[in-house]
DNA sequence: CTGAAAGCGCTTACAG
DNA sequence: CTGAAAGCGCTTACAG
């Protein structure tokens, strides 16, 4: 079939040049004088024609296309935690589509077949107005470049990279973390244990903030246990854990705190392990994050959607102010579960 | 900062002419004598400043650009029916990144902000080399004038409009679904309801033609019942299903196919209304789709992550062949799913 | 062995 | 009131 019309054709039908299609189509008509009659002709001929701008064209010539880039550093939809990156990327399309911005995803092999290193597939960003990026892994040199260059990009999660140069929405788990200590105490806990994973992301540590502070001020040693549930096999870490408890119960402790991580292997673990205890008759049980499908896990919820929703906010204003100012930085409140499982300390 | 830097760049460095940084970095140095020195000087160059080619110049040079569109119309991430598309999605990024294309997703409001048509939505996906499409609806206007200018698309899930030129990857649900009911009848079963969804899309439909056909062919009417599962109201669904099941029982029914729709609203309907039952003791169930987090569901999975990435694959050929020849069409065989919920008919 | 030139389809000063 | 021209950053004949 014929190729697709283009704004020269247009000019052809209408007898006007292409510089007036443009300026007609565009709707940039402020400082002309223009016959109604030549635009309304112009107008009927691009509707006759099926005319459609040339995306690729509009963007090489204009430097904005509306697109926004979201980098993952693993894939955007692994397997295993499907319930924690699905909806803070629903929340990315909600506002992204709200705001008029197409999203592309970075498949971080580069787009050219080879395997790419990080360092290429992320300057391939720079294709978008501005990117998202999201993994616990800060490449600084690539994203370092970026930023130099005054592109517009939001990490999602706190970062504090690159001299804090970094901007980002990330999640206030100290805070949120600290609460749920203070509701345990309130509740006449004094024996509580801490269980949280291996790692060394800033989510992991902000959670342990929280809860030592919070420990601490209330007078309390906080007992902070480490399992090293991301690495351990299902298995191993079901036992570790189910022993744990057994001990616990032992040394009179009378409420369990467990971080949530990505996976949901440690509090699904720590489930598991109390299955025949009465909860929170018996053991008290706080999730700092609730897993998928536990509604009656008392703790608190990451606000996952919003976390997307708010990323696109600051990227695009980023993009359309372009200030140089502050990297904007931004916490969001965790939402505070009551649950059920958090219960008076037995006397 | 300085701008990025682009071929002209890299040609003042190493000192030849653009055209011929062009040539070497495409690697598109077959038929020319090229010094090896020069080469390595302008790769070093490149380096040096960190040169990243612009894909949307690229893109309007030569009509390539690695990038595939995916279009819902909706949305992408749905927050209902997280389970259905998720796994579908998945296969589509895991696919193009093994491909090597990264994935452009059309949030359907154009890009502008204002609130674009589908026609105009869609016409946009040509920025990309080519475009999946998934969705219910096949707007056809639209699709047919891409279809016409010779962009290569795809449609996730079986289509028959436009006189059957639109290439797909869909599902067998015909045979699949016949399947199920030959088991059945294999246990012995003869009085068997088959519950579906007033809903009119192909999956609807195929599921159905293979109940029927198989039911016919084992010399049995299977009585079909349609329940409107996808506009009714939670609770009134839930009721709707309940007295079914009851008066089945008082028919001596002994077996109940029911299909699943994207929301699986109904197969949870029916799960909830035989909580009473003992199954398959007193009635057997199966499933046309399982639903996720019910491995005991007899029945069928729809392959919904080889769905996503035979897409892919099936529209990267079409964007390198560019062949005009017959629409690629496939259909996907499901997954049979033993289950436990089905057993003998009671005598 | 390498470069000057045209062209992809637009936008945007600039000149009448 | 409207148009000729340059330019966005590439690729691709074509010419030496």
Known sequence: MARAPRQADIAAAAGVSQTTVSLILSGNTDGMRLAESTRLRVLKAAETLGYVPDPVATRLASSRNHMIGVYTFASAFPTAVDGFYYPILAGIEEEA?????????????????????????????????????????????????????????????????????????????????????????????????????????????????????????????????????ADAEVGALGSEVRELVERWRGEGVTAVVVEETDTGSLSAALLDAVHDIRVPAELSLAVLGQPAGH?????????????????????????????????????LDCIPITGSTIGQAPC
Chains 1, 2 share one sequence.
């Open 295 to 331: 509604p009656e896990l008392s703790g608190f919820e990451v606000p996952r959607r919003e976390l997307g929703r708010q990323a696109v906010r600051l990227l695009v204003d980023q993009i359309t102010s372009s200030s140089t100012g502050d990297p904007e930085q931004m916490l």
């Open 97 to 229: 589509a709200a705001l008029g911005q197409d999203l592309i995803l970075f498949t971080g092999t580069g787009g050219l077949g080879a395997r790419a290193d990080d360092k290429t597939a992320i300057r391939r960003t720079r294709i978008a107005d501005g990117c998202l990026f999201f993994g616990r892994h800060v490449p600084e040199e690539p994203i370092d470049w970026l930023l130099g260059g005054g592109f517009p990009l939001v990490y999602i999660g706190r970062r504090d990279e690159l001299a804090g140069r970094i901007p980002y929405v990330g999640v206030d788990y100290v805070a949120a973390s600290a609460a749920v200590v203070n509701r345990l105490v309130e509740a006449g806990h004094r024996e509580i244990r801490y269980l949280r994973s291996l790692d060394d992301a800033l989510s992991s540590t902000d959670r342990e903030r929280g809860v030592l502070t919070a420990a601490a001020s209330a007078g309390l040693p906080v007992r902070r246990i480490v399992v090293r549930a």
